[in-house]
């Protein structure tokens, strides 16, 4: 009986899953085709949702999101340093702008490793897992998500879609759901989200 409950209970929580997926990839082509963004919009279409959806469930989305424990900063801030301050070398960095507008900072240096973090590694990553009963296979399907919702973006800019752009924005995401899994803080996956767009804005290369 437990047996016939638990799989109901997944067949819901699956169909409730792919419904949101849906709703969020339509909600992202379409502004993105209007070439709609910013600071509320990306609060209101993404960081909300999760928010409204956990409450329906009567879960605690601060809880659920493992943004009550600062535990793996410290642990992110080591990460840092090595591969990012190793791959500025070895890229050959010389130098950074660091006169960024105050937009640029909270929009895309901050709030979008907030809200894409709170969406595919503290949501969508737990609740594949909590279906499929497996991280490895639940992290593939985030990360190839977390990519699929750049391609709009990418078209809306005019930007070339290389095989070497989506495979870097396919292991960052691989690499957020295991220091996700590591530390079980989404904290961590925020900062070193944050630090990577901030080198990918700020950073000069000779």
Known sequence: MKTIESTHNRINNGFALSLFIVGFLLICTFFCALHIEGIFLRLSTWTLPVLLY????????????????????????????????????????????????????????ILVGLSEEVVFRGFILQQLEEITSSFWLSNVAQAALFTLTHVPYWLSRGTEITAGLVGFVLIAGLILGLVFRKTQSLWACMLIHSVNNFCSIALIYR
């Not at 090595?82 to 929009?107: C, E, K, M, Q």
């Open 54 to 109: 956990l409450w329906a469930q009567r879960t605690n989305p601060f809880a659920y999101l493992k943004l009550q424990t600062t535990s793996g900063l410290l642990w992110a801030c080591g990460f840092c340093l090595v591969v990012f301050g190793l791959g500025s070398v070895l890229r050959g960095a010389t130098s950074a702008n660091l006169s960024i507008s105050p937009y640029v900072w909270w929009d895309v240096i």
